[in-house]
T-cell receptor, first 114, second 115 residues
Framework: AQTVTQSQPEMSVQEAETVTLSCTYD???????LFWYKQPPSRQMILVIR??????QNATENRFSVNFQKAAKSFSLKISDSQLGDTAMYFC???????????FGKGTSLLVTP | DSGVTQTPKHLITATGQRVTLRCSPR?????VYWYQQSLDQGLQFLIQ???????AKGNILERFSAQQFPDLHSELNLSSLELGDSALYFC??????????????FGPGTRLTVL
């Protein structure tokens, strides 16, 4: 089975602070991609960042970076200098080489407060 | 804006009815995916089409069907609707529908409410 676990249903952070969202996954495949998607109150699903499993270097996109630990099957998202616009539901997901569909976690609701 | 469009934005209907959700992929994308987001099941993959052909099926009910047309837009048909079908339905598109080399971009979704 291919599963994604996001153990933090809700999190809160103050503006300008740093927050880390956790994600663990399970797959027997060796080749896969990992993603973080953001879903703001508008409900649009927005790609935040992606990581190729064969790459050891952690991906970064501006204020967003990941900590990818392949052996531990862990893929956390760090948001630096949090902004009010970062308030959203964040979903961790992955797709395997032999698959077509994204496997999503249940999401973490992040609230950024002034 | 991802470039994927979905219509309608909202749909309210009654149990037993049939509805059609429409999706237009990003320019140049050949593959379309449908996902259902509900409170209890989370985001679940329903079905994928590539260049008009069905490529993969997920947890799609027999009451649901989809197709992709020659102009690459896709429609998801939901029939004999039940209260539990109330959800947000997303369409996503990608260039060639190959798992690893392709990123899926999501449309804004259609919120279906079954009363």
């Amino acid at each position: 089975a291919q599963t994604v676990t996001q153990s933090q249903p809700e999190m809160s952070v103050q503006e300008a602070e740093t927050v880390t969202l956790s994600c663990t996954y399970d797959t027997s495949e060796n080749n896969y991609y990992l993603f973080w998607y953001k879903q703001p109150p508008s409900r649009q699903m927005i790609l935040v960042i992606r990581q190729e499993a064969y790459k050891q270097q952690n991906a970064t996109e501006n204020r967003f970076s990941v900590n990818f630990q392949k052996a531990a099957k862990s893929f956390s998202l760090k948001i630096s200098d949090s902004q009010l616009g970062d308030t959203a539901m964040y979903f961790c997901a992955f797709i395997v080489d032999s698959g077509y569909a994204l496997n999503f976690g249940k999401g973490t609701s992040l609230l950024v407060t002034p | 804006d991802s470039g994927v469009t979905q219509t309608p934005k909202h749909l309210i209907t009654a149990t037993g009815q049939r509805v059609t959700l429409r999706c237009s992929p990003r320019s140049g994308d050949l593959s379309v995916y449908w996902y259902q987001q509900s409170l209890d099941q989370g985001l679940q993959f329903l079905i994928q089409y590539y260049n008009g052909e069905e490529r993969a099926k997920g947890n799609i009910l027999e009451r649901f069907s989809a197709q992709q047309f020659p102009d690459l837009h896709s429609e998801l048909n939901l029939s004999s609707l039940e209260l539990g079908d109330s959800a947000l339905y997303f369409c996503a598109s990608s260039v060639d529908g190959r798992g690893l080399t392709d990123t899926q971009y999501f449309g804004p979704g259609t919120r279906l409410t079954v009363l």
